[in-house]
């Protein structure tokens, strides 16, 4: 059985910092690319970043470039996502995901094929 793992969400002041992670389990995670999504309220859930397999260079949504970075330690089957000069905007529910098709170079919600269970980020103005 196949599991996603998040942790590290939580609440922070505007400008602050946070540490996503997500831990596999019944899959090599270097194998897939894995990729993080956002869902606000009232929103559709929405790409943020993807790091393909292997070794794998990374691609984010526009928002997010030059504040976040994604990572892999494969050897320990995680995946992370270093989230800096946090802003109100940031605020959402945070998914990690796996799949084997990228568009675009990128993970897009039709080729998920493993989603976790969630994070929640919250970041006060």
């Known amino acids: 059985q196949v599991q996603l793992v998040e942790s590290g969400g939580g609440f922070v002041q505007a400008g602050g910092s946070l540490k996503l992670s997500c831990t596999a389990s019944g899959l090599a995670f270097k194998n897939y690319a894995a990729g993080w999504f956002r869902e606000a309220p009232g929103k559709e859930r929405e790409f943020v970043a993807t790091i393909k397999w292997g070794e794998g260079g990374t691609v984010y949504t526009d928002s997010v470039k030059g504040r976040f970075t994604m990572s892999r330690d494969n050897a320990a089957n995680t995946v992370h996502l270093d989230m800096n000069n946090l802003e109100p905007e940031d605020t959402a529910v945070y998914y990690c995901?796996?799949?084997?098709?990228?568009?675009?170079?990128?993970?897009?919600?039709?080729?998920?094929?493993?989603w976790g269970q969630g994070t929640q980020v919250t970041v006060s103005s």
């Open positions: 995901a796996a799949g084997t098709s990228l568009i675009n170079n990128h993970l897009t919600l039709s080729k998920v094929t493993y």
